[in-house]
């Protein structure tokens, strides 16, 4: 889950997103962003799912090797 916050907040920076903005494009708050972003709360597919469609981000599952 920690490779997925890095991506995210890789994408805030690329994008010049601030926490701010992406939590009015998402409909939640910038601390509770923050919290996402820090570990502090975990991420539901319906947060993940907002987040990524406002970073424009897709959402792939892909098979591991056994």
Do not use: F, W
């Not at 708050?29 to 597919?45: F, H, V």
Request: hydrophobic residues 40%; glycine residues 4%.
């Amino acid at each position: 889950m920690e490779h997925l916050r890095d991506m995210i907040s890789a994408r805030l920076k690329e994008k010049q997103i601030s926490l701010k903005q992406l939590a009015k494009m998402t409909g939640y708050t910038p601390a509770y962003i923050s919290d996402l972003l820090r570990s502090k709360r975990r991420l539901n597919e319906d947060t993940l799912y907002r987040i990524c469609s406002a970073l424009d981000l897709e959402i792939a599952v892909i098979p591991g090797r056994d």
